[in-house]
């Protein structure tokens, strides 16, 4: 038999940013795979409905309202979980300004939120992950959600590249050094996909059509792309998938 299968059942999945996009898809493309799921989000009422649905795959979900950049909340949450094998992680977010005009309070939000945040999540859940005894045999994942725009620049992005920049390397640097502990890092990084963000970004008709322009498919991307790359990831199929990234691009980087 040479086909592994996108099988995680008796794993334990924390997904940030869960309650919207691309985190809820992958949330529930975890479920679908058969893990257990930890979720976090600003916002309950996303929450609720995101838990109902990972339910009717028959997984357990945990459920915390948490603001990530909150350092002592997200450590609280995740000393608190018994066992963590697979790490999504995805919140972050974007405020396109033009270099010059780049506000520093936005510039620290969003280093605050897509670096400092990301690194800290990882930190704590690897932390986690080596303390579980026969981690070395059964192994563990952690995806780090990275964009088209860790590998390339954009307009009006500098300092969004700065972060996806950075989050690629900081997956090679946690791959080499949790490699011994067999748990797996990458990154999947997705062109623009339909999610509430792009959404308001896409109001403006000329910026869409150049965003579709950009893209040799000549689509953009849908959440269910993304989750799916995450699965193979999570999952047993990508065992010697590591230091690595998956662009969900369509074709935006090959030129």
């Given at each position: 038999?040479?086909?592994?299968?996108?099988?995680?059942?008796?794993?334990?999945?924390?997904?940030?940013?869960?309650?919207?996009?691309?985190?809820?898809?992958?949330?529930?493309?975890?479920?679908?795979?058969?893990?257990?799921?930890?979720?976090?989000?600003?916002?309950?009422?996303?929450?609720?409905?995101?838990?109902?649905?990972?339910?009717?795959?028959?997984?357990?979900?945990?459920?915390?309202?948490?603001?990530?950049?909150?350092?002592?909340?997200?450590?609280?949450?995740?000393?608190?979980?018994?066992?963590?094998?697979?790490?999504?992680?995805?919140?972050?977010?974007?405020?396109?300004?033009?270099?010059?005009?780049v506000q520093r309070k936005d510039m620290e939000h969003i280093v605050r939120l897509n670096t400092?945040?990301?690194?800290?999540?990882?930190?704590?859940?690897?932390i986690k992950m080596t303390k579980i005894k026969n981690r070395k045999k059964i192994g563990a994942?952690?995806?780090?959600?990275?964009?088209?725009?860790?590998?390339?620049?954009?307009?009006?992005?500098?300092?969004?590249?700065?972060?996806?920049?950075?989050?690629?390397?900081?997956?090679?640097?946690?791959?080499?050094?949790?490699?011994?502990?067999?748990?797996?890092?990458?990154?999947?990084?997705?062109?623009?996909?339909?999610?509430?963000?792009?959404?308001?970004?896409?109001?403006?008709?000329?910026?869409?059509?150049?965003?579709?322009?950009?893209?040799?498919?000549?689509?953009?991307?849908?959440?269910?792309?993304?989750?799916?790359?995450?699965?193979?990831?999570?999952?047993?199929?990508?065992?010697?998938?590591?230091?690595?990234?998956?662009?969900?691009?369509?074709?935006?980087?090959?030129?």
């Amino acid at each position: 038999m040479y086909l592994k299968k996108i099988n995680l059942k008796n794993k334990i999945a924390l997904v940030t940013g869960a309650g919207k996009g691309i985190g809820k898809a992958c949330a529930i493309a975890l479920a679908e795979a058969g893990a257990d799921l930890i979720i976090i989000s600003r916002t309950k009422r996303d929450l609720d409905k995101v838990s109902k649905t990972i339910k009717k795959f028959k997984s357990k979900c945990n459920a915390y309202v948490c603001d990530v950049t909150n350092y002592h909340q997200v450590k609280e949450i995740i000393n608190k979980q018994k066992r963590i094998d697979i790490l999504v992680n995805n919140a972050g977010s974007n405020i396109p300004e033009h270099f010059t005009k780049v506000q520093r309070k936005d510039m620290e939000h969003i280093v605050r939120l897509n670096t400092i945040s990301t690194f800290n999540i990882a930190q704590l859940c690897a932390i986690k992950m080596t303390k579980i005894k026969n981690r070395k045999k059964i192994g563990a994942s952690i995806i780090n959600m990275s964009s088209q725009l860790g590998h390339v620049g954009a307009p009006i992005r500098s300092v969004y590249n700065m972060t996806k920049f950075g989050l690629e390397g900081l997956t090679k640097g946690m791959a080499i050094d949790l490699a011994k502990n067999n748990i797996r890092v990458n990154t999947v990084c997705p062109t623009f996909v339909e999610t509430p963000m792009v959404k308001k970004f896409f109001k403006n008709k000329k910026f869409k059509k150049q965003v579709i322009n950009n893209i040799p498919l000549g689509r953009i991307a849908d959440a269910s792309d993304v989750a799916t790359a995450v699965a193979f990831l999570a999952s047993d199929a990508s065992s010697m998938i590591t230091g690595s990234s998956i662009l969900v691009d369509g074709g935006w980087t090959a030129k």
